[in-house]
């Protein structure tokens, strides 16, 4: 029997489903995928670890191949992922059949194809057909402030799926592009207006003369910013599906995609059509698999070898969709995201399950599982955004990778080596060198240990309130701003800050939270304290003028809130260079009209020299907070431990008794609270691996870290007798 071979790019578990099937067909599998551990690689007779977009190296490969197994190569593809380029490449260095591969370097680039079909429409084909508005952007400029005086979305160039895509406004369009430019290989965006209209999917099977349409769907979003589809039907409008099909059925001929799978998206308005996109890839996980093959009558994974292996797949026209069917069934799906739990009546939906520790790339995109029903009406499924399951603690981490989006690393030692330059992101100012000595200048404080003394050891002063809330031991979490620009993009705000506050109240601390980079951003953080009771502190950035400040502090004068927080040493952050409002450095004279203007406890962060302590002590300050902004604000700041260690701190307590003194930087466990406490600090702030428990964990994330911190403090005191 003469040998038959396929070269697969990619061996993720979306993928699975096509190597299994191709193997039971008998062909000779080469898996090219660059992680040694993707599931395919037990399915695959030769493993290739490269990218599947390194078209230069796999060709080396290939031409390194005997002759006999060159030419038993019949076929080249992949299941969601966007390589049409390398199979266009790869194909025609092996001269099989393929599509052309200018076109899929167009189709790959989305303002190149964008352009290409305008060219089209000009010339009077696609007739009706529309297309959104584009702008190309390299740079943050006032061009893009001027189009965002409308809602519009920002995209990365290259045609990546959800990964980099966000919706923006004018408030927070600065971080959005920071976002997405940081997602985008090339660094090149587009932007245009967002539309809420239905968006809608053809999906496609063609060869050279054969098409076949296995299905049009209807898509509903996750009301967020990223645009993740949730829910979709294939039960429409028949004009609509039959007008869709027509579009994508030109486009094809005019284009002359061949040799392919395809899938075509279009918005639908009351009175316009739009394109907007076209991937020339099969989607994968449930959309290959058996259970979906069955609800189609259709064997898509053996139609897709066909096309590949220059073959015609087995015609479907659009009589075989769903709405032509008289008694109206169609298919539901909700795709359910890390850190949601379905809740749903009994038999109402079936399930289907990928199970994978973290996703080929980082973007919320990639769903865990998926609920699907073929009743007339739509199963009653409500999602739990919040519900999360028990979770051991490298779970939570894992988790936290992948939705931080490449913004942090979540590195073993958080000690500021691997995120250098990272700002905006988990990183610090220039080098790091401030974040980092953060970390080693506190680790070279030791402790001392006397287990045969008589005496007992000194009597710590451990505070069991802070600003009128009981805490179990005092320990914040530090304000945490900047979801999109900091963070990655793709965690749900709301959840984010509500898993640090609530996690945090009901572990019995206390949590700050920070107001960001828009002016306004103050009226969305006391929505989310307002929803925890209002059990956390707001921290403000000192705006100029002064009355921009003066007006937060008499709006939060009228919460429950019992604290206030202003962060004097974040004047340099780079998020805050584009604020709509400017921030500037506050006198003493300025702090002391500040404290004047509300009777809640006002707390100044970021002091570092016992001068400051002592002129914010006499103006009625309540707590001052020693911080060098984590490393963040200047990259050749002390560190706070040595800026504590300069800092008397015994004739503070004595002549300013009413004075509470917190710090902040590079604290990471238990016995670090312990050493500050020994140092005469009242409170202890720690951000960043709060930031990657609450990603990971949400709330019981949060809960999670706090006993650990508690079980290694009160540990760290019974070894000292304290």
């Not at 809330?469 to 984010?496: H, Q, Y």
């Amino acid at each position: 029997m003469e040998k038959k071979s396929l070269i697969i790019l990619g061996g993720s578990l979306y993928e699975l489903p096509l190597l299994l099937a191709a193997k039971q067909k008998g062909y000779f599998i080469y898996l090219v995928d660059i992680d040694p551990n993707a599931a395919g690689h037990n399915v695959a007779d030769v493993s290739i670890n490269l990218s599947t977009k390194d078209i230069e190296s796999i060709k080396r490969y290939i031409d390194s191949l005997p002759s006999l197994e060159l030419k038993s190569i019949v076929g080249i593809g992949s299941v969601d992922s966007d390589v049409h380029a390398t199979i266009a490449a790869l194909s025609n260095h092996l001269n099989l059949k393929h599509f052309n591969y200018t076109l899929s370097e167009i189709i790959t680039n989305k303002y190149k194809m964008y352009t290409l079909l305008r060219g089209y429409i000009e010339n009077g084909y696609f007739t009706g057909l529309n297309l959104i508005q584009t702008e190309l952007h390299w740079f943050y400029s006032a061009k893009l402030e001027n189009l965002a005086k409308i809602d519009m979305v920002l995209k990365p160039t290259e045609n990546m799926g959800g990964l980099g895509v966000i919706r923006v406004s004018k408030e927070n369009l600065y971080e959005s592009f920071l976002y997405c430019k940081k997602n985008s290989p090339t660094g090149e965006i587009i932007s245009e207006p967002f539309l809420s209209d239905d968006t809608y999917k053809v999906q496609l099977l063609i060869g050279e003369r054969e098409i076949a349409i296995l299905n049009v769907w209807k898509i509903q979003n996750i009301n967020s910013r990223n645009l993740i589809e949730r829910y979709r039907t294939d039960i429409i409008n028949k004009k609509i599906s039959d007008t869709l099909i027509k579009y994508s059925l030109e486009i094809i001929e005019r284009l002359k995609i061949y040799h392919t799978a395809c899938e075509i998206k279009y918005i639908v308005s009351s009175d316009k059509i739009y394109l907007l996109d076209i991937n020339l890839r099969l989607e994968g996980g449930f959309f290959i698999d058996q259970p979906y093959q069955e609800y189609l009558n259709y064997d898509i994974l053996s139609n897709y070898i066909l096309i590949i292996t220059g073959k015609e797949p087995i015609p479907r026209k659009a009589e075989n969709l769903v709405y032509s069917n008289k008694n109206g069934k169609g298919m539901h799906v909700f795709k359910i995201y890390p850190k949601e739990q379905p809740v749903l009546k009994d038999g109402s939906a079936s399930t289907y399950t990928i199970k994978r520790d973290l996703p080929d790339v980082p973007s919320s995109k990639y769903y865990d599982k998926i609920l699907f029903s073929k009743d007339r009406k739509k199963p009653d499924v409500r999602i739990i955004a919040r519900a999360k399951e028990e979770s051991l603690e490298k779970d939570i981490l894992a988790n936290a990778i992948k939705n931080f989006a490449g913004k942090c690393k979540v590195c073993k030692i958080c000690d500021g080596s691997g995120c250098i330059g990272e700002l905006p992101g988990m990183g610090g100012a220039y080098k790091n060198e401030s974040f980092i000595a953060n970390y080693y200048d506190l680790r070279d404080l030791k402790l001392e240990l006397e287990l045969l003394s008589e005496k007992n050891g000194y009597e710590l002063k451990i505070k069991n309130e802070l600003f009128g809330k009981d805490v179990i031991f005092p320990l914040c979490i530090a304000p945490i701003s900047g979801v999109t620009s900091n963070l990655g993009g793709v965690l749900d705000e709301e959840e984010f800050y509500l898993s640090l506050l609530n996690g945090a109240n009901e572990s019995r601390i206390l949590s700050f939270i920070g107001d960001g980079s828009s002016d306004s951003k103050y009226l969305e953080m006391d929505k989310f304290l307002k929803k925890a009771e209002y059990s956390g502190i707001i921290t403000l950035k000192p705006r100029t003028p002064l009355n921009s400040l003066i007006k937060k502090l008499e709006y939060f004068e009228n919460t429950p809130i019992t604290a206030i927080s202003i962060d004097i040493d974040s004047i340099t952050l780079p998020t805050l260079k584009k604020s709509d409002v400017p921030v500037g450095r506050l006198s003493l004279e300025q702090i002391k009209i500040l404290r004047k203007s509300t009777k809640k406890n006002l707390i100044i962060k970021g002091v570092g020299s016992i001068f400051d302590c002592i002129k914010l002590a006499e103006a009625g300050i309540n707590s001052v907070i020693i911080s060098n902004h984590g490393g963040r604000s200047l990259s050749s700041l002390k560190s706070s431990i040595s800026m504590l260690l300069d800092i008397d701190i015994k004739y503070l307590h004595k002549e300013y008794p009413d004075l509470i003194i917190g710090f902040d930087g590079g604290v990471r466990c238990g016995e670090d609270i312990v050493k500050l406490l020994i140092l005469g600090i009242d409170y202890v702030l720690i951000g960043r691996p709060f930031a990657i428990y609450a990603a990971g964990g949400g709330k019981k994330g949060v809960s999670l870290l706090v006993h650990k911190l508690y079980d290694e403090f009160s540990q760290t005191l019974k070894l000292l007798n304290r």
